[in-house]
């Protein structure tokens, strides 16, 4: 354990096990939900749900909104590559490959992350240690998620919509590496802020791509 951080507790690593289970389990609900509803409009659609709540909570926490627009610059950002890209690419490449192997593609997110960390940030090297992690946690992922799919569908599919996965891989990192910035903000105003900038600019984005109505 480094000096200076608290062993978790149960209930840490109890939500930690939540968490993955609901991280975990979204590939197959984006699976089927983009059979039904186009990627854009599923992606305005989770982030309106996911707004309203983020905001009552935030509500009855005592949560206050930026007031000023340049204050939300940074928010839009972490909006665009950590919500509104990610999200809408990722169905997209569920459009013809499986929910087992957009889990394996997005993978790839640790690898960008160090990589994007090594080059803009001055305090995260790659080094040997934590190069050889990351192998270590993207072995584990194909450990997990290949024997839950079907034999031989591993990498079926499109190059593109495999492509798709991966450059929302990329998107995920470019907003964990971006967020350095807001690392005084509390997480409760970063997630709740970014969700609601991306969620008003996927629902236009959605009336006119995809029609809804119809």
């Given at each position: 354990?480094?000096?200076?951080l608290?062993?978790?507790?149960?209930?840490?690593?109890?939500?930690?096990?939540?968490?993955?289970?609901i991280?975990?389990?979204?590939?197959l609900?984006?699976k089927?939900a983009?059979v039904?509803?186009p990627?854009?409009s599923?992606?305005?659609?989770?982030?309106?749900?996911a707004g309203?709540?983020?905001?009552?909570y935030?509500?009855?926490?005592?949560?206050r909104?930026p007031?000023?627009?340049?204050?939300?610059?940074?928010?839009?950002?972490?909006?665009?590559?950590?919500n509104?890209?990610p999200?809408?690419l990722v169905?997209?490449?569920?459009l013809?490959?499986?929910?087992?192997?957009a889990?394996?593609?997005?993978?790839?997110?640790?690898i960008f992350?160090?990589?994007l960390?090594h080059y803009?940030?001055h305090?995260e090297?790659?080094t040997?240690?934590?190069?050889?992690?990351i192998?270590?946690?993207l072995?584990?992922?194909l450990?997990?998620?290949?024997?839950?799919?079907?034999?031989?569908?591993?990498?079926?599919?499109?190059?593109l919509?495999?492509?798709?996965?991966?450059m929302a891989a990329?998107?995920y990192?470019?907003?964990?590496?971006?967020g350095?910035?807001?690392?005084?903000?509390s997480?409760?105003?970063?997630?709740t802020?970014s969700?609601?900038?991306a969620?008003?600019?996927?629902?236009?984005?959605?009336?006119?791509?995809?029609g809804?109505?119809?």
């Amino acid at each position: 354990m480094p000096r200076g951080l608290a062993a978790p507790s149960a209930g840490d690593l109890a939500f930690l096990f939540l968490l993955s289970a609901i991280w975990g389990s979204s590939f197959l609900f984006i699976k089927v939900a983009v059979v039904h509803i186009p990627p854009v409009s599923l992606t305005a659609l989770r982030l309106v749900v996911a707004g309203i709540i983020l905001c009552a909570y935030g509500f009855f926490r005592g949560q206050r909104m930026p007031g000023q627009a340049r204050a939300w610059r940074p928010y839009l950002v972490i909006a665009l590559f950590g919500n509104a890209f990610p999200f809408t690419l990722v169905g997209i490449g569920e459009l013809e490959i499986d929910s087992g192997q957009a889990a394996i593609l997005l993978g790839a997110m640790p690898i960008f992350t160090l990589l994007l960390a090594h080059y803009f940030t001055h305090d995260e090297p790659i080094t040997p240690r934590r190069a050889a992690g990351i192998m270590v946690g993207l072995g584990g992922i194909l450990v997990l998620v290949i024997p839950t799919t079907t034999p031989g569908a591993q990498f079926t599919g499109g190059i593109l919509f495999q492509l798709a996965v991966v450059m929302a891989a990329l998107s995920y990192a470019i907003a964990t590496v971006y967020g350095r910035r807001l690392a005084h903000v509390s997480p409760l105003l970063i997630t709740t802020a970014s969700t609601l900038a991306a969620a008003v600019i996927m629902v236009p984005a959605s009336l006119i791509l995809d029609g809804p109505w119809l």
